[in-house]
């Protein structure tokens, strides 16, 4: 069974630029989370979505957004970069999400901004 | 709101000596608890989880972890640790409906 796909792995932008990062979640999964991961904040809590619906979103500027796709395929988006966006993203899907499902993680978009 | 405190941030011991880490949570019920571990460039991968039941469990690679309710605590174990087991080790907390991690223990092996 395939694992959490997330594409790109690796990306350098410059500020104001926009970004959409991928997640291909495993296969019968339709819960896809974003995290922002960074060594001050540790991981931090995006948004989730479960069938095409966002289900929770954590505390990040309206810049952050994300959508799902019916084949549960998901993107997050950020919009007019900043130098502080520099992160590793990751995406974890899970069959029961955030409401005490086990997430399986993908290996993450390293996003850099200059 | 849930929190989690992993009150080590780095931690060192020697190959085949004991490990504890440290995990503290903050919420009114039982919550959801997890540990989950992220090797150097990799995602993140689940070693235990409680949901209820038997407070002691046993999760994959030989940790195992003990939820005490008195103490708020979801402290990890592994009687004797590998080279490979260097690492860092994140807490999580699943409560009104959102997975709430700590901020990570990095541990290191002494050879």
């Known amino acids: 069974k395939a694992g959490v796909t997330q594409t790109p792995r690796y990306l350098i932008k410059t500020r104001g630029q926009q970004v959409t990062l991928s997640c291909s979640p495993i296969s019968g999964h339709r819960s896809v989370s974003w995290y922002q991961q960074t060594p001050g904040q540790g991981l931090q809590f995006l948004f989730e979505y479960f069938s095409e619906t966002q289900r929770n979103k954590g505390n990040f500027p309206g810049r952050f957004s994300g959508r799902q796709f019916s084949n549960s395929r998901s993107e997050m988006n950020v919009s007019t970069l900043e130098l502080g966006d520099s992160a590793l993203y990751l995406c974890a899907s899970s069959l029961a999400g955030q409401r005490g499902g086990e997430l399986f993680f993908g290996e993450g978009s390293r996003l850099t901004v200059l | 709101a849930q929190s989690v405190t992993q009150p080590d941030i780095h931690i060192t011991v020697s190959e085949g000596a004991s490990l504890e880490l440290r995990c503290n949570y903050s919420?009114?019920?039982?919550?959801?608890l997890f540990w989950y571990v992220q090797s150097p460039g990799q995602g993140l991968q689940l070693l235990l989880k409680?949901?209820?039941?038997?407070?002691l469990v046993q999760g994959i690679k030989g940790f195992e972890a003990e939820f005490k309710r008195s103490q708020s605590s979801f402290n990890l174990r592994k009687p004797s640790v590998h080279w490979s087991d260097a690492a860092e080790y994140f807490c999580?907390?699943?409560?009104?409906?959102?997975?709430?991690f700590g901020k990570g223990t990095r541990l290191h092996i002494l050879p």
């Open positions: 919420y009114g019920a039982t919550p959801y």
């Open positions: 999580a907390v699943g409560a009104n409906d959102k997975i709430i």
């Open positions: 409680y949901f209820s039941g038997d407070t």
